[in-house]
């Protein structure tokens, strides 16, 4: 093999790379954003359980701080606080129910691929319902 040959397979090697680079930057981000994805659905479901028990009265709250809804919608927020952008208090919607309390945690994700137009965003929601916490009986 000469020196002509040597560099003529250095640029089919260059070719190659230049071809495939795009498609393997392409699976990465869509990687990343999976895990991402995953963080923030994780993220989401733990502020809804958490909201969940303050809004079933099981979590002990402070007086002060309002009702058990209000405390459910900022137990929320504060879970949710790691994502960017965070869980606002709009995306927690508490319902009552007979005997039980729903809590629905919504949250716009952003993706990375969407620089690439595959998606703009993933709604991640989750609900939790639990029942209510027996109040003790007033004493006489």
Do not use: I
């Amino acid at each position: 093999a000469n020196f002509a040959d040597e560099v003529e397979l250095g640029r089919a090697a260059a070719a190659e790379l230049a071809l495939v680079l795009p498609f393997l930057a392409l699976l990465f981000g869509v990687a990343v954003d999976y895990c991402r994805a995953l963080r923030a659905a994780q993220v989401v479901d733990g502020a809804a359980r958490n909201a969940a028990l303050y809004a079933s009265g099981t979590a002990h709250r402070d007086p002060a701080a309002g009702t058990a809804d209000q405390a459910a919608v900022a137990a929320a927020v504060r879970e949710g606080a790691t994502l960017r952008p965070a869980v606002r208090p709009d995306d927690v919607t508490v319902t009552p129910g007979a005997g039980a309390v729903t809590v629905t945690v919504r949250h716009r994700f952003p993706l990375l691929t969407a620089a690439v137009g595959l998606t703009d965003g993933l709604d991640v929601s989750r609900s939790v319902t639990l029942p209510l916490a027996p109040r003790p009986a007033a004493r006489p």
